[in-house]
């Protein structure tokens, strides 16, 4: 499992913990089983760009926070995230998790927009 991935499934447990949610909970609002985000969350399944949006709106997050180390890398700028988020994709097939990439930068671009105003 890399980094990325392992501040993935921290910040995805972190945040269903925060809403008091159970792993059956969150998968429901999801509309995905909760064998499914038990395997996620342990590491052996890792979410559809589709699946990954539904997260995010079901855990009242953008998508890309899911992908920040925080407290210690709170601070990070875009790019740096970027940057550590392009490592993750070089570690896994490329052509499985581009669309991810995609939709990562997407909301990373409206976090930008959102902090500049």
């Known amino acids: 499992m890399t980094d990325t991935q392992e501040v993935f499934i921290r910040n995805l447990r972190r945040t269903r913990d925060r809403l008091g949610l159970t792993q059956?909970?969150?998968a429901e609002r999801v509309g995905i089983t909760q064998k499914?985000?038990?395997?996620?969350?342990?590491?052996?399944?890792?979410?559809?760009?589709?699946?990954?949006?539904?997260?995010?709106?079901?855990?009242?997050?953008e998508v890309y926070?899911?992908?920040v180390d925080s407290p210690e890398t709170e601070n990070l700028t875009p790019a740096e995230v970027v940057d550590r988020?392009?490592?993750?994709?070089?570690?896994?097939?490329a052509g499985e998790l581009e669309s991810v990439r995609n939709a990562?930068?997407?909301?990373?671009?409206?976090?930008?927009?959102?902090?500049?105003r």
Do not use: C, M, W
């Not at 589709?50 to 997260?55: A, E, G, V």
């Not at 993750?88 to 097939?93: G, P």
């Not at 990562?104 to 500049?116: D, I, M, N, S, V």
């Open 36 to 61: 499914y985000l038990g395997a996620i969350e342990l590491g052996y399944k890792f979410p559809s760009v589709t699946t990954l949006d539904k997260i995010g709106k079901a855990l009242h997050v």
């Open 24 to 26: 059956e909970q969150a």
């Open 85 to 93: 988020y392009n490592e993750f994709l070089k570690e896994h097939a």
């Open 104 to 116: 990562f930068l997407a909301g990373l671009a409206k976090a930008r927009k959102e902090t500049e």
């Open 65 to 67: 926070q899911l992908f």
